[in-house]
């Protein structure tokens, strides 16, 4: 399933990318497709996005759509 990615921040620059469209397995997570792409890339930097809701690095990726790599957000 076609699935574009859009990495912000910290994330762009260790994965080398903004914005890149791959083939996602059915029921891969995003843990497993950054590993797939870049084995070096560090999920404890960022955090993920489906489709402009949160999800686990974990959760499956069930559907086509846009995965995001966004910085932790902090607040005061």
Same mark, same amino acid.
């Given at each position: 399933?076609?699935?574009?990615?859009?990495?912000?921040?910290?994330?762009?620059?260790?994965?080398?990318?903004? /914005?890149?469209?791959?083939?996602?397995? &059915?029921? *891969?997570?995003?843990?497993? @497709?950054?590993?797939?792409?870049?084995? %070096?890339?560090?999920?404890?930097?960022?955090?993920?996005?489906?489709?402009? /809701?949160?999800?686990?690095?974990?959760? &499956?990726? *069930?559907?086509?759509?846009? @995965?995001?790599?966004?910085?932790?957000? %902090?607040?005061?």
């Amino acid at each position: 399933m076609p699935l574009r990615i859009l990495a912000f921040a910290i994330a762009s620059e260790q994965l080398g990318f903004r /914005e890149r469209s791959v083939e996602c397995i &059915p029921g *891969e997570t995003p843990r497993a @497709l950054l590993a797939r792409l870049h084995p %070096s890339f560090d999920p404890s930097v960022a955090r993920v996005a489906f489709n402009c /809701e949160y999800l686990g690095w974990d959760d &499956p990726l *069930e559907d086509s759509g846009e @995965l995001a790599i966004l910085p932790p957000v %902090s607040g005061g």
